[in-house]
C-alpha cells in the first residue's frame, strides 16, 4: 500500500455538515479513537453505489482504515450527537457513547445520508461505557437492518463492519468491531427532549426548523411548525410500527432515544422475529415485563410520541394549557391512523382488496386462530399465498379450514380469481425473514470461527425475500423446538 496512491483516488465522498450549524449544546466534535488492527469484515458495494461511493481501486488496508475510523475521510467534521431519552419509561441524560458521525453523504438526488461510526471509541457522553461495539453485536446490526431494508421496510442501514483486532469485554473477552451505520438522520425523539431539558427555546425552535427543513419540508412554511412536526412524526411513526407488525419483528428496545423522527427503524440490539405467532412475544432478556412485546408495539409508539409532544409544548404555544390541549388532540387521532393502516396492512397480506366492513372479522378470525394454534405467522401468509399447505398441523385443523373457506369466497366474490389474489399478496408476505436460530448460528460461526459462509448465505438470501425458492426451504423454516428460551441481549 502506498500513501501516493491513495491520495490521488477519490471514493466520491461529498461531505456535509449541516448538524454542526446547531447551537454547540447539541454536540461535541471528537474524533473516532483509533483501533489497533482494523480489518474489513464486510462492505455494502450496494448501499456504496446508493451514495455515491466506490472504493473498488482501494487496497483493503486502507478501506478498513477508514471504517474503523483511523482515517477519516476528506472533509470530514467528527462529532458525537447529544440527545436523552426514556428508557423503559425513565428520563436518562445519554448522548452518542460510542459513536461519531462523519459527516452528511450528499447523494446525486441532494439527499443528506448520515455517516456514522458505531463502536468507535468514548466520547463525552459514554458515561460508564467503554465506547466499544462487540462484532457479533455489530454483524446482527449489519444482517438485520440490510434484511428489513430489502423488506421494504424504512430503516437505517449497514455499510461496513470492520473487524477492531481488539477484545472487548462483556462478562468474557469478545472481539470487538465497529459498524459504519447509514441513516436519513440521527435524530431521535431523545433529542427533542434534551434539547427541552436543557437548551433555551430558541435553541429547541432551531433543531424543530432544522428537523424540519432535513425531513419534512414540506411544512416549512407551516403556522405551527412544532406542532405539524408532531403530526407529521406521527404519520411516519404509525407508518413504521405498522410495517414491523406486517413481518413479525420484534424491536425489543423502544425507548425514545431508538425513535428516530424520520422514522426510520433504529438500533438493532435486542430485536427478534416472531416465529409462532402470539402478541405477548417478547424475547429481550431484560424486557421482563414485555413493555415492548410484539403487541405492545403501537401502544408504545403512541407513549413515545406524547413523550416527543412533552419536548415540543413551549414551542407549540406559549400558554401551557393551550399547548396541552393542541397537542392532546393530535395524540388523540393516533388510535384512529393507526386502526386505518393497520387494517389496511392486513388487507394487503390476505389479498382483501375491496375494503369491506366484512374484511375486519375476517382478519381476526385467522390471527385468532393462529394465536390458538401456535401458528408460524410467516409461513402462514405464504401457505395462502402459494396454495401450498404442506407441514403444519395447524392447516388439518376444521377451524381453519372453514375460516379458509370463508376467506375464499370473500377475495373471489367479485369474480377475482384466486391466482390473481395471491399475485396481489405477494408484496405484503415474505418468505424469508432472518429467523432468530439461524441468525445466531451464522453469528456465532462469524464471530467465534471467523467463518462468514451461513452470514453470507442469508444475507444474500434476505436481500430478495418476496421471491420463493424451493431450493431454500431450511431458511423459511422455525426451528425445530419452538423458540423456547430463545433470549435477545441489549446488544453491545
Ligand atoms: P442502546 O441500548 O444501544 O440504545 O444505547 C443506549 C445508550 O448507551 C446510548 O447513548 C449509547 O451510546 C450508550 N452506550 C451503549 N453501549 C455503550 C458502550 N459500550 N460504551 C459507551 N456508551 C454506550
Ligand atoms: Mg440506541
Same mark, same amino acid.
Given at each position: 500500500m502506498s500513501s501516493v496512491n491513495i491520495i490521488n483516488k477519490t471514493a466520491g465522498w461529498n461531505l456535509q455538515h449541516t448538524y454542526g450549524?446547531?447551537?454547540?449544546?447539541?454536540?461535541?466534535?471528537?474524533?473516532?479513537?483509533?483501533?489497533?488492527?482494523?480489518?474489513?469484515?464486510?462492505?455494502?458495494?450496494?448501499?456504496?453505489?446508493?451514495?455515491?461511493?466506490?472504493?473498488?481501486?482501494?487496497?483493503?488496508?486502507?478501506?478498513?482504515?477508514?471504517?474503523?475510523?483511523?482515517?477519516?475521510?476528506?472533509?470530514?467534521?467528527?462529532?458525537?450527537?447529544?440527545? =436523552?431519552?426514556?428508557?423503559?419509561?425513565?428520563?436518562?441524560?445519554?448522548?452518542?457513547?460510542?459513536?461519531?458521525l462523519i459527516g452528511e453523504q450528499k447523494s446525486s438526488n441532494g439527499s443528506l445520508v448520515d455517516i456514522q461510526l458505531k463502536g468507535s471509541g468514548r466520547t463525552p457522553y459514554s458515561r460508564g461505557g467503554d465506547g466499544r461495539a462487540t462484532l457479533k453485536s455489530m454483524l446482527r446490526e449489519y444482517l438485520i437492518s440490510e434484511s428489513m431494508h430489502h423488506l421494504g421496510i424504512p430503516t437505517t442501514r449497514s455499510?461496513?463492519?470492520?473487524?477492531?483486532?481488539?477484545?472487548?469485554?462483556?462478562?468474557?473477552?469478545?472481539?470487538?468491531?465497529?459498524?459504519?451505520?447509514?441513516?436519513?438522520?440521527?435524530?431521535? $425523539?431523545?433529542?427533542?427532549?434534551?434539547?427541552r431539558h436543557f437548551l433555551s427555546l430558541e435553541e429547541q425552535k432551531e433543531l424543530t426548523n432544522y428537523t424540519i427543513e432535513r425531513h419534512y419540508p414540506i411544512?416549512?412554511?407551516?403556522?405551527?411548525?412544532?406542532?405539524?412536526?408532531?403530526?407529521?412524526?406521527?404519520?411516519?411513526? $404509525?407508518?413504521?410500527?405498522?410495517?414491523?407488525?406486517?413481518?413479525?419483528?420484534?424491536?425489543?428496545?423502544?425507548?425514545?432515544?431508538?425513535?428516530?423522527? =424520520?422514522?426510520?427503524?433504529?438500533?438493532?440490539?435486542?430485536?427478534?422475529?416472531?416465529?409462532?405467532?402470539?402478541? #405477548?412475544?417478547?424475547?429481550?432478556?431484560?424486557?421482563?415485563?414485555?413493555?415492548?412485546?410484539?403487541?405492545?408495539?403501537?401502544?408504545?409508539?403512541?407513549?413515545?410520541?406524547?413523550?416527543?409532544?412533552?419536548?415540543l409544548l413551549p414551542q407549540i404555544h406559549t400558554e401551557q394549557k393551550q399547548a396541552?390541549?393542541?397537542?392532546?388532540?393530535?395524540?388523540?387521532?393516533?388510535?384512529?391512523?393507526?386502526?386505518?393502516?393497520?387494517?389496511?396492512?392486513?388487507?394487503? #397480506?390476505?389479498g382483501l382488496m375491496e375494503t369491506e366492513a366484512s374484511d375486519k372479522p375476517i382478519i381476526e378470525d385467522l390471527l385468532a386462530l393462529m394465536q390458538q394454534f401456535g401458528a408460524d405467522y410467516t409461513n402462514t401468509f405464504a401457505a395462502l399465498q402459494t396454495g401450498d399447505f404442506s407441514g403444519e398441523a395447524f392447516f388439518e385443523a376444521s377451524a381453519f379450514q372453514e375460516w379458509y373457506l370463508h376467506w375464499m369466497k370473500q377475495v373471489t366474490?367479485?369474480?377475482?380469481?384466486?391466482?390473481? $389474489?395471491?399475485?396481489?399478496? =405477494?408484496?405484503?408476505?415474505p418468505y424469508f425473514i432472518p429467523r432468530n436460530h439461524l441468525v445466531e448460528e451464522a453469528l456465532d460461526n462469524a464471530s467465534l470461527n471467523n467463518d462468514y459462509q451461513l452470514f453470507k448465505e442469508l444475507n444474500k438470501i434476505l436481500k430478495t425475500p418476496y421471491i420463493p425458492d424451493p431450493s431454500k426451504f431450511h431458511f423459511q423454516s422455525p426451528p425445530p423446538n419452538g423458540d423456547t428460551g430463545y433470549q435477545t441481549f441489549c446488544g453491545t
Open positions: 450549524k446547531l447551537p454547540s449544546g447539541f454536540f461535541s466534535y471528537r474524533q473516532p479513537i483509533p483501533v489497533k488492527d482494523p480489518k474489513t469484515v464486510i462492505l455494502n458495494e450496494d448501499l456504496c453505489k446508493e451514495l455515491g461511493l466506490d472504493f473498488s481501486d482501494f487496497p483493503s488496508q486502507e478501506i478498513a482504515q477508514l471504517f474503523s475510523g483511523n482515517k477519516t475521510p476528506e472533509g470530514s467534521q467528527p462529532l458525537a450527537q447529544a440527545y =436523552a431519552g426514556h428508557q423503559f419509561g425513565n428520563l436518562t441524560i445519554l448522548g452518542d457513547g460510542r459513536a461519531i455499510l461496513a463492519v470492520v473487524e477492531s483486532g481488539e477484545s472487548v469485554y462483556r462478562e468474557k473477552s469478545q472481539s470487538g468491531a465497529i459498524l459504519t451505520r447509514t441513516a436519513q438522520s440521527h435524530i431521535r $425523539v431523545g433529542t427533542f427532549e434534551y434539547a411544512l416549512i412554511a407551516e403556522e405551527n411548525p412544532a406542532l405539524s412536526l408532531l403530526k407529521a412524526v406521527m404519520e411516519r411513526q $404509525v407508518t413504521l410500527v405498522v410495517e414491523w407488525m406486517r413481518v413479525g419483528f420484534i424491536h425489543g428496545v423502544m425507548n425514545t432515544d431508538n425513535m428516530s423522527i =424520520a422514522g426510520e427503524t433504529i438500533d438493532y440490539g435486542p430485536c427478534a422475529f416472531m416465529n409462532t405467532y402470539s402478541l #405477548k412475544t417478547v424475547f429481550s432478556s431484560i424486557d421482563v415485563n414485555g413493555r415492548y412485546a410484539y403487541g405492545n408495539q403501537p401502544y408504545i409508539t403512541h407513549w413515545n410520541l406524547s413523550i416527543l409532544a412533552g419536548a396541552i390541549e393542541l397537542a392532546q388532540e393530535a395524540l388523540n387521532s393516533f388510535r384512529g391512523i393507526y386502526q386505518e393502516k393497520w387494517l389496511a396492512m392486513m388487507r394487503g #397480506k390476505l366474490k367479485n369474480g377475482r380469481s384466486l391466482e390473481e $389474489v395471491q399475485t396481489s399478496m =405477494a408484496q405484503y408476505n
